[in-house]
């Protein structure tokens, strides 16, 4: 049921007006001005919720997998693993939620009539966590600087900000302003990944470099077509809800799944090995003492 929906029961209440006692001037006058404010709302259909259950599911298949690996290599080998599981478990946190009705709102549309569009806020808020971690795992084998590992993540979190800016924007100009300059954080993020990554990236080998390069690419034209996607659905408002969301769901296959799986399988065991506190915790070495005195 769509909300501000009214139910007409068959009795009638004692405190509300018949028909026969208001003249019928204003009731035409009412008639008359509800035609202008009738709406309309597009909201997920049974093809959208199968979409979301379906890669929960899937990405549950992919949190078990990434779990499995990181149990096959030293610990001192498990930070690309650690990070696709807790992407992953953002991801599954998201879709549940969207699957099961939640983290959602109705946005008007700005113009007449007024359509409301459903709009998934609750995909923003894993965003939050999950693009992040994926970044990072480039950053990471690429071998970025931390300035460059500050740049990509402060250039994904603008993108994801003014993603949901341009969605709540009413007014059309501002609402493609705020989606062309997240594609300028995104030209941001190509840049220090493509360009600074493979210079970095060399040092470690022509396989790793390769192998970088390809993933990478790959990842990055998947969330170029994020943003199409955007354009088409909640932008334009072209594609439907459901349609929004399968090629969402879509894409989150791609670029969570496959493409960690990818990731892991060829690069998990040949990773860096990290040593000190992140493997080992706190030790004897660098632990403050205190004397008795």
């Known amino acids: 049921m769509m909300p501000f929906s009214s139910i007409n029961s068959g009795s009638e209440s004692p405190f509300s007006l018949s028909s026969a006692s ?23 259909g049974p093809m959208g ?4 259950w379906t890669n929960f599911a899937i990405l549950l298949f992919a949190f078990t997998c990434f779990t499995v690996l990181s149990l096959r290599v030293p610990v001192q080998k ?42 998934l806020w ?4 894993y965003w ?43 007014n059309e100009a501002q609402k493609w302003t705020y989606f062309v300059l997240s594609y300028i954080a995104y030209v941001v993020v190509v840049y220090q990944l493509l360009i600074d990554g493979r210079r970095t990236v060399a ?6 470099a390769c192998l970088y390069t390809a993933i990478t690419s790959c990842g990055l034209i998947l969330w170029a077509l994020y943003g199409v996607v955007w354009a088409f659905g909640t932008g334009a ?8 969301i399968v090629g969402y769901a879509t894409l989150d296959f791609f670029a969570v ?23 080992k915790g706190l030790t004897s070495e660098g632990v403050i003492r205190l004397d008795d005195n």
């Not at 991801?91 to 699957?99: E, N, Q």
């Not at 609750?122 to 808020?125: E, F, G, K």
């Not at 992040?132 to 402060?154: C, E, K, Q």
């Open 22 to 44: 208001i003249p019928a001037s204003i009731t035409r006058r009412k008639s008359h001005k509800m035609e202008h404010i009738h709406a309309s709302y597009e909201s997920i």
């Open 49 to 52: 919720h199968a979409a979301l």
């Open 78 to 119: 498990r930070l690309y693993h650690i990070i696709f599981i807790l992407l992953t478990s953002c991801s599954l946190l998201g879709y549940f939620a969207m699957a099961s009705g939640d983290g959602f709102v109705y946005i008007a549309s700005g113009t007449k009539p007024i359509v409301y569009r459903q709009f």
């Open 122 to 125: 609750a995909r923003y808020a």
């Open 128 to 170: 939050v966590f999950t693009t992040p971690l994926y970044l990072l795992n480039f950053a990471f084998m690429g071998g970025l600087s931390g300035v460059g590992i500050i740049l990509i993540l402060v250039a994904d979190e603008y993108m994801i900000l003014l993603g949901v800016m341009a969605a709540f924007s009413d």
């Open 203 to 208: 040092s470690k080998g022509e396989k790793t």
């Open 237 to 244: 408002r072209i594609l439907s809800v459901d349609a929004e």
């Open 257 to 279: 799944t496959l493409l960690g799986l990818w990731f892991l399988l060829t690069h998990g065991r040949n990773a860096e090995s990290i040593e000190g506190f992140w493997t």
